[in-house]
């Protein structure tokens, strides 16, 4: 009953930017960690960036300086702003929320969302 609804992918010019944004719906009490990921053709899937409840925040070392990962606890949404984009960041991007508590007694784990065309080219 839990679902993750990404928005914001597109088509952008290398240098540009996007806001990726990913809602979780349903019967929510909290969600722990929320991560977006990344695969591009022929590749693996990678860990773009992940945030804590707490604020704790890790990127990825390509995107470090570039990509801004933020969230809204009240909203159950995660947040990717991307700067500076490069052709090598083109990809689907997922976002996943890793603990989501739905009731006293029951926790998701690890919920994906179906992910959201990021290329990037000019």
């Known amino acids: 009953q839990v679902q993750l609804v990404e928005s914001g992918g597109g088509l952008v010019q290398p240098g540009g930017s996007l806001r990726l944004s990913c809602a979780a719906s349903?019967?929510?009490?909290?969600?722990?960690?929320m991560d977006w990921y990344r695969q591009a053709p022929g590749k693996q899937r990678e860990l773009v960036a992940a945030i804590t409840s707490g604020g704790n925040i890790n990127y990825a070392d390509s995107v470090k300086g570039r990509f801004t990962i933020s969230r809204d606890n009240a909203k159950n949404t995660v947040y990717l702003q991307m700067n500076s984009l490069e052709p090598e960041d083109t990809a689907v991007y997922y976002c996943k929320a890793d603990k989501v508590k739905v009731t006293i007694f029951r926790t998701m784990f690890n919920v994906w969302g179906q992910g959201t065309q990021v290329t990037v080219s000019s």
């Open positions: 349903g019967s929510i009490f909290s969600i722990d960690t």
